[in-house]
């Protein structure tokens, strides 16, 4: 499966960004989708994931009730709500995708899939 993901840009802090991760290939059942997070100097942090068929659900203590994960397996797309944005929150950002019979996975090495980044800047 090939990721794309799109929504980047620049916006004001407590502002709102929907990133979205459309996947291309025959299926995106079974797949669980994350979403990371690297700044310049720092490992890839997670943020969200999401299992294939959307019943589980897992997010880091830093984005939780600020950010969502939702999937739309018809559409093949994983999306990512953001709000209240904060200017720590400016990153790039990652989706990725792992195929497995269920369940989410925060390590960054159980996703086999990435894509290609989107740039979030959130100004103070």
């Known amino acids: 499966v090939q990721l794309q993901a799109s929504g980047g840009g620049l916006v004001q802090a407590g502002g709102s960004l929907r990133l979205s991760c459309a996947a291309s290939?025959?299926?995106?059942?079974?797949?669980?989708v994350g979403w990371f997070r690297r700044t310049p100097g720092k490992e890839r942090e997670f943020l969200a994931a999401i299992d294939w068929w959307g019943g589980r659900t897992d997010y880091a203590d830093s984005v939780k009730g600020r950010f969502t994960i939702s999937r739309d397996n018809a559409k093949k797309s994983v999306y990512l709500q953001m709000n209240s944005l904060r200017p720590e929150d400016t990153a790039v950002y990652y989706c990725?995708?792992?195929?497995?019979?269920?369940?989410?996975?925060?390590?960054?090495?159980?996703?086999?899939?990435w894509g290609q980044g989107t740039q979030v800047t959130v100004s103070s």
């Open positions: 290939g025959s299926t995106f059942i079974r797949y669980t």
């Open positions: 990725a995708a792992d195929f497995r019979d269920g369940g989410v996975d925060q390590r960054p090495g159980a996703y086999d899939y």
